[in-house]
């Protein structure tokens, strides 16, 4: 593997992929002040987040459109849309104001992800490269310091609003890097007749929602877990998201040289009882460190276990049925960030935060089953 002929392939996606991170991590980090600001109780927020995944969802589905229309501007034009609707959803006065705000955020959010992730595939066709671990771990490292530098941001008494107008203007400036014209597309839009949602497709979309669930739940409620129930300050909080962020970046950026020693499926299953290991620590930490602890172990499991699943599922279904087969899995998973935020906000409120990440922990100790149908013949 060359580091620098894949960083030179990734010049265009790489920044694209980052502008994600940033976005997140600095709202992960924000979120005790933003959730205060809306005077909202942990039910009504968890079901307020439902609006970014239904923007994310319904965005998909017009991301192709998206991407034909806007051509060699799409990563640049949604980056600039991502950072720009975060932004007014951080200044929202009020709850239902941000719920509709998160609704766009999350629209933009759900097309760029698909539009990079479409050019990065095309490129790793074209080329004959491996470049996702790379590129999806560095939206990991994006998230961490836009997380750990948002956090002590925010301790010093700097507003939302400004440090998101800050992360915009970088974000605009790197825009620039992110103009690329597109591979050519696939033939097969999984239109033709004859295609259906196979047992690989079902098993394989579960088990990324479970993923997609795990992570959505940790980066939106791991900040209030540690100043909440274990009383730390806004720096202290933001260290939470933080671990997951970084965890997550070395696990996918050394992901390439695990599959090379061990296959798709032993990795996600042993990465799957991990994640639910650091679950159960974070949930009955009874110090800060002690939940750090559980969101590093966390997020070094749950990194690996989307990408491996797909790689499972494109060998389990006819080459060209791959592409769409693979889309479908991700639909699927992106319902995890619907489930994650109703989930952990009611489950909070009825019983504790604690009782929100056990409930995690169970859906991760339910991967390996999911794990035996996808691969069953």
């Known amino acids: 593997m060359s580091w620098t002929r894949d960083f030179r392939l990734s010049r265009a996606t790489l920044p694209a992929f980052m502008a994600q991170g940033v976005l997140w991590g600095a709202y992960a980090a924000?979120?005790?002040?933003?959730?205060?600001?809306?005077?909202?109780?942990?039910?009504?927020?968890?079901?307020?987040?439902?609006?970014?995944?239904?923007?994310?969802?319904?965005?998909?589905?017009?991301?192709?459109?998206?991407?034909?229309?806007?051509?060699?501007?799409?990563?640049?034009?949604?980056?600039?849309?991502?950072?720009?609707?975060?932004?007014?959803?951080?200044?929202?006065?009020?709850l239902w104001i941000f719920a509709i705000a998160l609704f766009f955020t999350g629209a933009a959010s759900g097309l760029h992800d698909v539009v990079m992730n479409a050019r990065l595939a095309g490129i790793e066709g074209a080329e004959n490269a491996s470049l996702m671990n790379l590129n999806h771990g560095f939206f990991s490292v994006a998230y961490a310091v836009a997380a750990?530098?948002?956090?002590?941001?925010?301790?010093?008494?700097?507003?939302?609003?400004?440090?998101?107008?800050?992360?915009?203007?970088?974000?605009?400036?790197?825009?620039?890097?992110?103009?690329?014209?597109?591979?050519d597309a696939p033939e097969d839009d999984g239109t033709a007749p004859g295609f259906r949602l196979s047992r690989p497709v079902w098993w394989g979309g579960l088990i990324v929602l479970v993923a997609f669930l795990t992570e959505n739940a940790t980066e939106g409620w791991s900040a209030l877990h540690i100043e909440r129930s274990l009383g730390g300050n806004a720096a202290e909080g933001a260290l939470g998201p933080t671990m997951l962020g970084l965890t997550m970046a070395v696990g996918r950026l050394s992901g390439q040289a695990v599959?090379?020693?061990?296959?798709?499926?032993?990795?996600?299953?042993?990465?799957?009882?991990?994640?639910?290991?650091?679950?159960?620590?974070?949930?009955?930490?009874?110090?800060?460190?002690?939940?750090?602890?559980?969101?590093a172990v966390l997020g070094l499991g749950v990194s690996v276990i989307a990408p491996m699943v797909l790689a499972?599922?494109?060998?389990?279904?006819?080459?060209?049925?791959?592409?769409?087969?693979?889309?479908?899995?991700?639909?699927?998973?992106?319902?995890?960030?619907?489930?994650?935020?109703?989930?952990?906000?009611?489950?909070?409120?009825?019983v504790g935060l604690r009782w929100s990440f056990v409930c995690v922990a169970v859906l991760l100790a339910s991967v390996p089953l999911c794990l035996r149908m996808l691969r069953r013949d």
């Open 312 to 350: 499972l599922v494109g060998r389990r279904v006819p080459p060209h049925r791959r592409t769409v087969a693979i889309s479908r899995v991700a639909i699927i998973g992106y319902f995890g960030f619907f489930i994650g935020p109703p989930m952990m906000g009611l489950v909070s409120e009825a």
């Open 30 to 94: 924000y979120v005790p002040d933003i959730k205060a600001a809306l005077d909202a109780g942990d039910g009504a927020f968890g079901i307020a987040l439902l609006f970014g995944s239904a923007g994310a969802v319904t965005a998909m589905l017009s991301a192709p459109w998206f991407d034909r229309v806007t051509g060699k501007w799409a990563m640049a034009l949604g980056a600039v849309a991502l950072l720009g609707a975060g932004q007014f959803m951080v200044s929202a006065p009020v």
């Open 148 to 183: 750990f530098s948002s956090g002590l941001a925010r301790q010093g008494g700097v507003p939302v609003e400004v440090t998101f107008a800050v992360w915009l203007g970088i974000v605009a400036i790197a825009a620039w890097w992110m103009i690329e014209p597109p591979r």
């Open 259 to 295: 599959v090379a020693r061990f296959d798709e499926g032993t990795v996600t299953l042993w990465a799957a009882l991990l994640s639910a290991v650091g679950a159960l620590i974070a949930a009955g930490a009874q110090a800060e460190w002690m939940a750090y602890v559980g969101f």
